[in-house]
């Protein structure tokens, strides 16, 4: 996980929006992902985006992208008690095989309080 | 098809003892991982099937760890004569053929292991 940092923990009010940060360092990932993990339970798949984008939205999630910065972040609008989760940001590394492994940061524990 | 299935989904042992944990991926994928995840950890990558073959192994997969997925379809990570720092969360996760397209994973609910 060191190549991809997080802030561990986010504390919202609900209604309010999320912004969830994350820094990679591998320029040559073509994607990069966003995952939520709840109680228990595996990683799901929210979101990704392609490296030649600079944002994507889907619904009540916006993704932004700064390439040069190497900066990935996640916007929830509108949080609700239901988001509260771990989220993962991950990019796919190339391995000197050939395959892209994805890896993933330490995640960022999502509190979202009434 | 019900998605990544893993078994057990807890296992207690004592130190020493070998463990076995089971994969079944979603039918249809050719990719398959496993991670393991500790508290406060994101999963950090321990091995990559395509088909049958095992392309990559992390450093942290010691010489007590193998796996196999010798049909291209379920695989098993064995650990052998566990220790205390092997207790985790192992996860298992397929994706399908992408090309050059997003590699998106799915996850099973994972195996938690716990050596005593």
């Known amino acids: 996980g060191e190549d991809v940092e997080q802030s561990l923990f986010l504390s919202v009010r609900e209604g309010d929006s999320s912004v969830i940060n994350c820094t990679y360092t591998?320029?040559?990932?073509?994607?990069l992902y966003w995952y939520k993990q709840e109680p228990g339970a595996g990683l799901q798949l929210l979101t990704y985006?392609?490296?030649?984008?600079d944002m994507k939205q889907d619904q009540r999630l916006t993704v932004l992208l700064n390439k040069k910065d190497k900066h990935l972040s996640l916007r929830i609008a509108d949080t609700q008690t239901g988001d509260s989760a771990i989220y993962f940001c991950a990019e796919s590394i190339p391995t000197s095989g050939g395959s892209y492994i994805p890896t993933f940061g330490r995640g960022t524990s999502l509190i979202v309080h009434p | 098809d019900t998605g990544v299935s893993q078994d057990p989904r807890h296992k207690i042992t004592k130190r020493g003892q070998n463990v076995t944990f089971r994969c079944d991926p979603i039918?249809?994928?050719?990719?398959l991982y496993w991670y393991r995840q500790t508290l406060g950890q994101g999963p950090e990558f321990l091995t990559y099937?395509?088909?049958?073959?095992?392309?990559?192994k992390s450093r942290l997969l010691s010489d007590r760890f193998s796996a196999e997925r010798p049909k291209g379809s379920f695989s098993t990570l064995e650990i052998q004569r566990t220790e205390q720092g092997d207790s985790a969360m192992y996860l298992c996760?397929?994706?399908?053929?992408?090309?050059?397209?997003?590699?998106?994973?799915?996850f099973g609910a994972g195996s938690r292991l716990t050596v005593l």
């Open positions: 039918s249809e994928h050719n990719r």
């Open positions: 591998d320029s040559s990932s073509t994607y």
């Open positions: 985006i392609f490296s030649n984008m």
């Open positions: 996760a397929s994706s399908p053929p992408t090309g050059t397209g997003a590699n998106v994973l799915t």
């Open positions: 099937f395509q088909n049958e073959a095992q392309l990559e």
